[in-house]
């Protein structure tokens, strides 16, 4: 069961691939960081972004729905949860029997997420939750969410807690598929909090920690998203250079001319540039494992340059391409439409740029 050769399909009708996700859970893609005791494949940093590197080569929607059950989902319940947690919401993911998900934005606030207004209120031994979240990656077929809410709205970000959601809890429904330019066949939706009654102990670390959960979370994420920019700039490139090859004009290949090669050559330095960045920040990210340290910095980078780096390159190989690269029938179309993402969620450029800064001025 291959993804390459369906990935324009499923790209075209923008369902969600349910037999090769059930196929890459049970060969261990779900939880590859996560020890075997909990279902996972136990392995390290550097496996994960390898192994997601060559599934977003084949398709990025596949890509952000592994990055998100590994990145997004395991690792915080990894870091933050109890042993019972663990076993309880980690597990069905890693082994591949579930999908999960991770709810952060909200419609008024996404890069300042300090901002939400979705309320958790304790009552007797549960928490009960209302508001509206946006942009879930996998929300409308995930079975369980990790969503960030209002404890106390006087401490503002200090006021945010974290918790884990079965997504057949009553009260959560989950709003409209939204329909978008790219990564299609990834299921995004709305989440809609009514009364929805959770037991306190699916409380993720403690109450008032949510926002700094989200941010660690975060800097896994974004290995995650740079690995995904990573492999549709690979694929888009090798595409590129082939046609450089073969594609003749003027009586020679169109890579002899000058104009292409030096395309072709930028593309090139650019991507090797980023993988370098990447195996760098998970290389930080293993290391965190030992020393406990944040990787904020190391993660931003990787997540600009790779983002910049595939919007670039898929923008060179629809050019390289000409006229075939605006076709549906050529898939360089889909890397392009697929590559613009990777510069919006888990942060946009811009606040990877402010990442960056306050970290190397100490802001
Ligand atoms: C397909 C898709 C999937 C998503 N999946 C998830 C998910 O699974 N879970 C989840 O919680 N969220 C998800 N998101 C939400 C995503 O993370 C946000 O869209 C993103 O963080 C930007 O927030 P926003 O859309 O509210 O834009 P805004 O925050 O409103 O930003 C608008 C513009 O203003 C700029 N801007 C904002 N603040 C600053 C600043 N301080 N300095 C400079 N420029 C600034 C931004 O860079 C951007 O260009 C997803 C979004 C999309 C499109």
């Known amino acids: 069961m291959a993804i390459a050769p369906i990935a324009a399909e499923f790209d075209e009708s923008g369902e969600f691939p349910h037999a090769t996700i059930k196929k890459m859970g049970e060969m261990g893609f779900m939880g590859i960081e996560i ?3 909990y279902g996972g ?18 398709d990025a929607s596949h890509g952000v729905i592994m990055s ?13 949860g109890s042993e019972e947690l663990k076993r309880k919401f980690v597990t069905p993911i890693a082994t591949g029997q579930a999908v999960g998900a991770y709810s952060l934005t909200e419609p008024q606030s ?12 304790r009552d007797g031994d549960s928490y009960v939750l209302n508001g509206r ?20 709205p006087e401490k503002k970000q200090k006021g945010i807690s974290a918790f884990l959601v079965p997504g057949n809890t009553p009260g ?6 939204e329909p978008k330019l790219g990564i299609r066949a990834s299921a995004t939706s709305e989440l809609i ?5 959770v037991p306190a102990e699916n409380l993720l670390g403690q109450e008032g920690e949510g926002f700094k959960i989200a941010m660690t979370i975060l800097d896994a994420g974004r290995i995650g998203i740079a690995t995904q920019a990573l492999g549709i700039a690979e694929a888009a490139y090798e595409a590129a250079r082939q046609y450089a090859i073969e594609r003749e004009a003027f009586g020679q290949p169109i890579g002899a001319f000058q104009g292409t090669g030096f395309k072709i050559a930028d593309m090139k330095t650019r991507i090797e540039a980023s993988r370098l960045l990447i195996y760098n920040a998970a290389m930080a990210k293993e290391r965190s ?28 190989a629809i050019q390289i391409h000409g006229g075939m690269g605006y076709s549906k029938e050529c898939p360089v179309e889909r890397y392009f439409r697929d590559a613009r993402i990777c510069q919006i969620y888990e942060g946009t450029s811009e606040i990877q740029r402010l990442v960056i800064a306050r970290s190397v001025l100490n802001a």
């Open 172 to 177: 959560l429904t989950r709003g409209k598929k």
């Open 193 to 197: 909090f009514e009364n929805c009654r």
């Open 289 to 316: 494992k030992t020393d406990g340290g944040r990787y904020s910095l190391e993660a931003s980078m990787a997540k600009l340059f790779a983002s910049e780096t595939a919007m670039y390159v898929t923008h060179q």
């Open 41 to 58: 494949a136990g392995m390290d940093s550097l496996a994960y972004v390898l192994a997601l590197e060559e599934i977003c080569k084949a």
């Open 35 to 37: 020890p075997e005791e």
């Open 133 to 152: 979240k946006s942009w879930v990656t996998s929300g409308p077929v995930a079975d369980y969410f990790v969503v960030f809410m209002v404890t106390d």
């Open 110 to 121: 996404g890069s300042d997420a300090g901002t939400m207004r979705s309320r958790a209120t």
């Open 68 to 80: 998100v059950n590994n990145s997004l989902y395991c690792h915080g319940i990894m870091k933050f």
